[in-house]
């Protein structure tokens, strides 16, 4: 059987490790008890933490022991940015935000069995630490040269803003975090980000001073696409992975539309697909790239994986209506209302005139071009064809929250809500 270490690596979900000998002996010799932290700095987590989540899984299914840290206290202090400090929150709100964290992470973990993941919160052992045993039991063992050399400080001390000892401190907490892990569950691997290299070392070297034993670290690669631009369903912008800030449906179409260059990558990392499974979907990416088999499977693994099969399959059923291959009327209203967001929109009414809706989404341009469509065959309401250049929407069209679907041609779409 592979090596998780090298299933890992040949899916590319391995950047850095401390020493990757070692790790791989630990992991072989097994179970390892490995944990990542995910901070509580917004009501949701987001694509680059299902990249951490992936691999805290593969590690479980391998049969390693899972901790799925969620800071209660690293949350309330935030990891330093490149530039600008955090806003702090207020805690009442990260208390929130740790309770959203940890009903999401739940759903990539099994905790029954042999090897059964468990939830922790740094806030247990953080919330109530003086700060003179702080200061004395862990602060002793850092030294400010090392701390001031990592690139996010370095680059916050050289700027007009610098950093403040809140942020400065936060490398200890997480430090801290390991080393508390290593003593109340065992834990001897750390799991993160490629940007939190500098926090996992603090840990390793926080365990070796402090209890004279060795542990590892490994990271994963920053995610970016083949063009070198941000992951991301806009420039900078989040894939979040609660529905309430992304809903499945968005969530499915971000997937289904990757690139041919970047689609094979994304199902090693995102996905539980067999090597053969994969090889099979690069080739289909090179002989038949119109048919986007590998988007396709990539989109519906991923938003089950994150979902679950109703919400993809409504996310399915509801990309293929749009076009006129489903039902529209199955599709729930909340699914709906997200599928048309984007679209060309008007207001309209009962009794108003298709060709004048038309007009008014800008599918065409002008009544008269939008009678002329009518009369071609090539005007649609919720995908059925519209023969009477006269005709109007009626309430018994109105769908979900009170859309109507138009459509020009076999891709053109707009949507007009129905008022009073």
Not at 177 to 201: A, K, S, V
Not at 205 to 219: C, F, G, Q, S
């Amino acid at each position: 059987m592979t090596n998780v270490l090298d299933e890992l690596m040949w899916r590319g979900l391995v950047a850095q490790t401390t020493d990757v000998d070692a790790l791989r002996a630990a992991l072989d010799d097994g179970p390892v008890t490995y944990y990542c932290g995910f901070d509580p700095t917004a009501a949701s987590l987001h694509h680059g933490h299902l990249v951490q989540l992936v691999v805290l899984r593969h590690l479980q299914l391998a049969g390693h022991k899972p901790l799925a840290l969620v800071g209660g206290a690293t949350g309330l202090i935030g990891d330093p940015r490149m530039s600008g400090e955090r806003v702090l929150n207020d805690p009442a709100t990260v208390a929130e935000w740790v309770d959203r964290l940890r009903t999401q992470i739940s759903g990539f973990l099994s905790f029954e069995g042999e090897n059964a993941a468990q939830m922790v919160n740094n806030l247990d052992w953080a919330g109530d630490l003086r700060a003179l045993d702080f200061l004395r039991d862990v602060g002793k063992h850092f030294r400010l040269g090392t701390m001031l050399a990592k690139e996010t400080v370095a680059r916050r001390l050289n700027s007009d803003e610098g950093i403040s000892f809140t942020e400065f401190s936060y490398q200890i907490l997480q430090g801290m975090d390991f080393l508390e892990l290593n003593r109340r569950h065992g834990c001897t691997l750390q799991t993160g980000g490629n940007d939190q290299w500098g926090n996992l070392l603090a840990g390793v070297e926080l365990i070796r001073k402090a209890d004279k034993r060795p542990v590892h670290a490994l990271t994963t690669p920053l995610i970016t696409k083949a063009d070198g631009t941000k992951f991301g369903k806009s420039e900078g912008g989040a894939v979040w992975l609660a529905p309430d800030m992304m809903s499945p449906y968005a969530f499915y179409q971000f997937w289904v539309n990757a690139d041919d260059a970047d689609v094979v990558g994304w199902l090693k990392i995102f996905t539980f697909r067999t090597r053969e499974e994969i090889d099979e979907l690069a080739a289909a990416v090179q002989d038949r790239p119109q048919a986007r088999e590998a988007q396709r499977v990539l989109a519906a693994d991923v938003t089950t994986l994150v979902h679950g099969a109703e919400a993809t399959a409504q996310a399915i059923a509801a990309s293929q209506a749009l076009f006129g291959r489903g039902d529209l009327a199955s599709i729930d209203a909340a699914t709906l209302a997200s599928a048309v967001v984007g679209l060309p929109s008007a207001e309209g009414k009962a009794g108003d005139q298709v060709a004048d809706l038309l007009a008014a989404t800008g599918l065409v341009q002008g009544r008269n071009a939008a009678r002329r469509a009518i009369a071609e065959g090539g005007a649609y309401v919720n995908n059925a064809k519209v023969t009477d250049q006269d005709a109007v929407v009626s309430a018994a069209d109105a769908l979900g929250d009170g859309y109507v679907l138009l459509r020009r041609g076999k891709r053109h779409l707009a949507v007009v809500r129905l008022g009073a």
